[in-house]
C-alpha cells in the first residue's frame, strides 16, 4: 500500500480529556520472569484494573513499571504495591493524581503515519510535556500533568479538527 493511500483513509474525529486516573510507578523492579505477574496479581486480588502498562528497559537487572488506575482505587493500589516492592525487593513506589490523558480518536491511526509525528511536535512547541504514551487503530492517548490538559486538547484540535 502506498503510505498517502493510508493518509487519505485516516479520519480523525474527536479530542477528549479524562481527569479520573492516576499513574503509579513501581521504581527498581528486578527484571527477572514472573514480576509483572506479581504485581497485577496482587492488584487484581484488591479489586484494582490498571491500564496502560509501560515497562521502561533499564540498565543492571532493573526496570521502572509503570501504569494508571482510577483514582476511586488509588489507596487500594497503593497497599497492594507497597507490599509487593516489599516482596520483590523493588526500590519504591511513586504516585501522580494531578495527570490527565488527552486523547486523539479517528480511523485507522496506526495507518496515518504521519499523525503521531504531528501530534507530538504540536504538543510540544506548546510546552505540553508527555508522561506516558499509548496508541492504537482508534485513539492515541498521551498522559500529561493535569494543568496541561485543556492547553494540549486546544492544540489538538486546532491541529487536526
Known sequence: MNPQDALCTTKLSDVRIDHSSARITLLGVPDVPGVAAKIFT??????????????????????????????????NAIEACRQVVKAIDAQGVSFNTEIARVSLLGENLSRAIDIPAKMFSALAEAQVNIEMIVSNSYDITCVVAANSAETAAAVLREKFL
Open 42 to 75: 496482587a492488584l487484581a486480588g484488591r479489586g484494582v484494573g490498571v491500564e496502560m502498562i509501560v515497562q521502561n528497559n533499564m540498565r543492571g537487572g532493573i526496570t521502572d513499571v509503570g501504569f494508571l488506575v482510577a483514582k476511586e482505587c488509588l489507596n
